[in-house]
């Protein structure tokens, strides 16, 4: 799709008129000048409620617009509200959408913002409007399963003030690598299970370094039995299907003199988790293809970076495999003996995705030794317990980089809400036969998972760790039944260019 970025209005066939509820009144009065339309009626019809569409189509001639659509950003509007309107809006209504659609920043009224702001507002509304494209029926026989996006409009056209396009410019930037990058994390998230196996998703992230410029290696199963790493040979035991071990490496191009700060991300690429011998007995044991997500937000976090151009060095590693139950598999009872060395007694088989991120981290931290480390895994049910849908729970002990991580979730809309390590939750995963165990019973679930985790860090200053399980896939007004939110690339894109502007972790 085209998009482009102007200071008048031209013809378009649609033009989106983001409202918010304190400037309803003048904005709408504007409009109904321009237009001839009645004032008192769209005063007393529209109300600018968040997502609230009022569609009007104006005399031929009197307007540059066919189709004049109102758009609700309710009553304090954000990046993050613009977004979801957009989203919203676009997703509902792109049947009607063919031929251009402008979206107008030109009649808004508009306070001296300062160019951060601004960008902030038009990267999330055009997010929003590509995101809203997105369709999820891959699957069915009358899609072409080439294109992710629904046919909607054939160009965006943004109308802002002339001060604001140099910002205006670099945010549509942002915006379509971002949309991009979670599209294609929406696509890998979704992706039924025999669809996505270990193996294929090392291809996407092959496929995604590609076209977006980073270097992807994928560890073998007799590469991965070279290495030593336990962890995840034991998961893979009970799967008919090979493990991958997916190493993905972002380097900024260089420019003399400059140190750039180098963040290793780790990602749970567990393609379907049964449990194990441990099985699952939930009704939706199909929603648990998405236990890859925390894998495939690395993926798109590399992807976003590199389209970005970040002045960042990024390391990415994805340990997949599936968690089957059959003769071979792992039981409960078993103990193995991890990549970092450390011997874990399995108490419950559905852990599983520690076992595989305890051998990511510590290959992540032995051979790259990373500024930060963070890591995103659809780890523990007992996040959603805590948090609910509302935020991510994050676990660190580093306090610039909790501050960060939480200041990129409040301006992204993907909140993170910490949880803490405090080393009392240590006496849960003792073992007595091993150097730790894989299950802290039922009582703070996240954070011994977390704990857990920890002891494979060997001490890293700046680590976080991200339970994402609650967040990354959920009922929305986007698909019937649970779909993916493409969670932790927004997140992270955010916290990465905050390291560019200012120093530290
Ligand atoms: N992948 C699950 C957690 C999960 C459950 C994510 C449902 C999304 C939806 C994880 O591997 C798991 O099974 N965790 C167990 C941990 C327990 C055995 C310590 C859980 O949360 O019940
Ligand atoms: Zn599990
Ligand atoms: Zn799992």
Redesign the pocket.
Known sequence: MKIHLQDSYSEVESLVLPVAQSAREQILAHWAATTGLPAELLVQDFKAEHKEIAVLYPREGSFPARRLILLGVGERPSPEKLRQALRALVHQQKSRFSGSLGIDFLSASRPAENSDVISGYIQAACEGALLGQYDLGRWKTAHSKKEHTAPGPAEMVWFVPREWKPAGKEALERAQALAAAQMRVLDLVNAPPNHLTAEMLGRAAQEAGKSAGFSVTVLSKKEIEAAGMGGLLAVNRGSALPPAFIIMEYQPAEKAAQKYPKIGLVGKG?TF?S?GI?L?TIPTLH??K??MAGGAAVIGVLEAAARLQLAVQLIGVVPATE?MPDGAALRPGDVITTYAGITVEVE?T????RLILADGLAYLKRNFNPDAIIDLA?????A?ISLGNAAAALFTQNEELAARLSLAGEKTGERVWRLPLWDDYNKSIESAIADVK???GPPA?AIT?AKFLEKFLEGHPAWAHLDI?SV??TDSEFSAGKSSTGFGVRLLIDYLIGLTVRDGV
Request: glycine fraction near 18%.
């Open positions: 567990v988790d449990g441990s699952k929603y648990l998405s236990d968690n419950d559905d852990a599983e995705g659809t780890l523990t049910g007992a959603t894989n299950y802290g679930g998972a399980a990354a896939f």
